[in-house]
């Protein structure tokens, strides 16, 4: 069941329209707001126990309040399961074990791109090392991990994309899903304003 939880995303990476729409203002929904929202569709729709949270970029921003979203499904005695999407360099041990003990069983993150150049141009300011070792701990919580790359960004080279490929082979090794995707440029975020002039088709 999806369940909107907020918008908005603290950093600025160049092909993101997130950004464009929303500034970069972060916002949630009150973790009681959401926990009142679960218990609803829990006792009206009985099949439901799974909820799917990717209405948000970032979800897992900031470890307090998934602690106290914790709580409130805790104190509902709500035993379900959800989703999101978040980087997730950010996170310690504690904060994967608060996921697992949350119900949390599939996060969906970006690196991008295996190269650190591309990396730099979209300005995609993330610790990839700390990425790949989180991908590792989450999998062994029995957390899923699906790693998000894309391919086409502006200046990209074949040792761009055989890094992109070795990074997401590392992935799959540590038993991730990968995901690939072309970038789409969108009007109105930083790299459409950048690359316009290379645009054969504008939007």
């Given amino acids: 069941m999806a369940c909107e939880t907020g918008r908005g995303c603290p950093y600025k990476c160049t092909f993101c ?69 978040s980087r997730i360099d950010q996170l310690d041990d504690e904060f994967i074990e608060l996921l697992k003990k949350s119900g949390c069983n599939y996060i969906d993150c970006g690196p991008e791109s295996g190269s650190s150049r591309i990396r730099k141009l979209i300005n995609k300011d993330i610790n990839y090392k700390a990425t790949i070792t989180n991908i590792e701990k989450l999998v062994r919580h029995k957390i899923g991990v699906a790693v998000n790359f894309m391919f086409g960004f502006p200046t990209e080279t074949i040792e761009d994309l055989e890094e992109t490929f070795e ?37």
């Fill in 17 to 85: 329209s997130t950004t464009a729409f929303w500034g970069n203002c972060f916002r949630v929904k009150d973790p009681e707001r959401i926990a009142r929202e679960v218990e609803y569709y829990c006792h009206n729709y009985k099949k439901i126990s799974h909820f799917d949270f990717h209405s948000h970029d970032n979800f897992l921003t900031h470890k307090n309040y998934i602690k106290k979203l914790n709580y409130e499904l805790e104190k509902r005695n709500l035993n379900i399961s959800w989703n999101c999407s």
């Fill in 167 to 203: 990074q997401a082979c590392i992935s799959v090794d540590l038993k991730a899903d990968i995901v690939f995707c072309f970038l789409s440029p969108i009007k109105g975020t930083k790299i459409y304003e950048q690359f316009e002039h290379l645009l054969i088709n504008k939007a």
